[in-house]
């Protein structure tokens, strides 16, 4: 079974940082694009980040640029999303999502929540 | 960076037929087969429903289908059954380098 399962979350403070981190299984892992998304309280689904099968391509979203940072280890089969400078609008559930043609999503975990608060 | 519109909200009844918009422009919708839509529960991961307007993933009803005209791509659910209330968000492919970008999201209400 297909499977991704993020972790990592937590409540902090304004100016704090993470690391997430999202563990896949049930599929070759090395060969798909990766991203990550998040959805604020109250607010829709909102693209953060995408990285290539082998790590030596990464986007970002303007809003998260400069403060957030996508990496995979692919011998570990694990996504991850370093989280800097947070701000109290980057409170939001964190979801990892495998990476189709296009920019197509087709598989997502049921997401990992980062609290900003002060 | 490219803004999809989708109507806020929309409700039918069991057994009757709902269709979601997609509006977006000549440089994303408008441009390409490559729409796709999301469901989501909330609590529950995100799923993958259609893409390339049309195409339904394994495992996805029949009763979801896709189709686009212009710079409008729609989403018809027939049928419609209470697991069906949810929240469901478009997706237009714009280019290589560009951001993704989704729709507002559209909740639906099933009555």
């Known amino acids: 079974e297909v499977q991704l399962v993020e972790s990592g979350g937590g409540l902090l403070q304004p100016g704090g940082s993470l690391r997430l981190s999202c563990a896949a299984s049930g599929f070759a892992f090395n060969s798909y694009w990766m991203h990550w998304g998040r959805q604020a309280p109250g607010k829709g689904l909102e693209w953060v980040s995408r990285?290539?099968?082998?790590?030596?391509?990464?986007d970002y979203a303007d809003s998260v640029k400069g403060r957030f940072t996508i990496s995979r280890d692919n011998a570990k089969n694990t996504l991850y999303l370093q989280v800097n400078r947070l701000r109290v609008e980057d409170t939001a559930v964190y979801y990892c999502?495998?990476?189709?043609?296009?920019?197509?999503?087709?598989?997502w975990g049921k997401g990992t929540s980062v609290i900003v608060s002060s | 960076q490219s803004a999809v519109t989708q109507p806020a909200s929309v409700s039918g009844s069991p057994g009757q037929s709902i269709a979601i918009s997609c509006s977006g422009t000549s440089t994303d919708v408008g441009a390409y087969k490559f729409v796709s839509w999301y469901q989501h529960h909330p609590g529950k991961a995100p799923k993958l429903m259609l893409y390339d307007v049309t195409t339904r993933p394994s495992g996805v009803s029949d009763r979801f289908s896709g189709s686009k005209s212009g710079n409008t791509a729609s989403l018809t659910i027939s049928g419609l059954q209470a697991e069906d209330e949810a929240d469901y968000y478009c997706a237009s492919y714009i280019c290589d380098t560009c951001p993704v970008v989704f729709g507002g999201g559209t909740k639906l209400t099933v009555l």
């Open positions: 999502a495998r990476g189709l043609f296009w920019g197509i999503q087709d598989v």
């Open positions: 990285i290539d099968n082998d790590g030596s391509r990464t």
